[in-house]
């Protein structure tokens, strides 16, 4: 059996029972539920269909995400998430770089590293060394000043924790700004690059090895298997081309408002719910979330 899920963008709540239905009925669908009103639905079915994609296309017209994934194994163990522009609006090297004075050209470097254009460790290591004279004290001003939390992120962290979900910040970023992060939405343990510093000043280096593509998925590995779970019991998040491998081997794969590149090769894209939709996708009412 499957899951069909119907989520809208928080604040727009336009899904019509009519919409639900007529699709239930085209995909011999049972068992409808409203997860939230108007917000969030969905009701079971016995295969996968084979418009799934074009439906999928034409709800994204009108602003309503589809999910497709199979019943068993629903409710998730560990979220595994990614920081930069997942949990946070913002993406750290890039402000780092606007307080240096080479933002555009570092944004420049992430836009195409994040859509996969570029390897992720070479471009890191171009990007931490145009920081390289910035006081230390920057890493400060720019989370006081510029970071802001993801919407729904602190209900996701919380409801997974409150139902005995292990959590894990997992970042191509830097330490500075996850350990932060990580105690402000409540994460079990987060894990990032150490950006190297002398005397105060960051000396235009990171820490190696570099924590990318396979790091994250080493991460998911070991997480799981510490807690004697398999990667199927993981929910992973991302946006970015580094985020790819987790997201493929996570029992759900979520692309948040993701990279083309990115979202064209994940089974479950949310361009339009915020971090919320990984609870509307696990069978969690909006009565059951928990704010942290």
Not at 196 to 204: F, H, K, R, Y
Not at 214 to 234: C, F, N, Q, S, Y
Request: glycine content about 12%; hydrophobic content about 50%.
């Amino acid at each position: 059996m499957f899951i069909v899920s119907l989520i809208a963008a928080p604040g727009r709540s336009h899904i019509e029972q009519s919409l639900l239905d007529g699709l239930a009925d085209k995909w011999g669908g049972n068992a409808q539920r409203w997860l939230a009103p108007q917000l969030a639905a969905e009701f079971t079915i016995a295969q996968q269909p084979d418009n799934a994609e074009q439906v999928w296309t034409d709800l994204q017209t009108i602003g309503i995400d589809l999910a497709i994934q199979p019943q068993a194994n629903r409710r998730k163990r560990i979220l595994l998430a990614d920081m930069d522009s997942t949990m946070i609006g913002q993406e750290c090297i890039d402000e780092l770089a606007d307080m240096a004075g080479v933002g555009p050209r570092v944004a420049a470097i992430t836009a195409r590293a994040m859509n996969g254009e570029l390897n992720f460790h070479e471009s890191l290591i171009e990007r931490v060394g145009l920081l390289a004279g910035l006081p230390e004290t920057v890493i400060d001003e720019v989370l006081a000043t510029r970071i802001t939390l993801a919407p729904g992120g602190r209900e996701l962290v919380a409801t997974m924790r409150a139902n005995g979900g292990h959590t894990a910040l997992v970042s191509g970023g830097f330490t500075a700004f996850s350990g932060p992060v990580a105690r402000m939405l409540g994460f079990d343990e987060h894990r990032a690059n150490n950006l190297l510093a002398d005397g105060g000043v960051l000396t235009g280096h990171v820490a190696l090895p570099v924590l990318g593509r396979e790091a994250k998925v080493e991460a998911l590995r070991d997480i799981a298997a510490a807690r004697g779970l398999a990667p199927d019991d993981v929910i992973a998040v991302g946006d970015g081309a580094n985020d790819l491998g987790m997201l493929q081997l996570a029992g759900a794969g979520v692309a948040l408002h993701a990279k083309p590149a990115v979202a064209a090769q994940a089974n479950i894209r949310i361009n339009h719910g915020d971090l919320t939709a990984l609870l509307y996708l696990q069978g969690y009412a909006a009565g059951e979330f928990v704010t942290g």
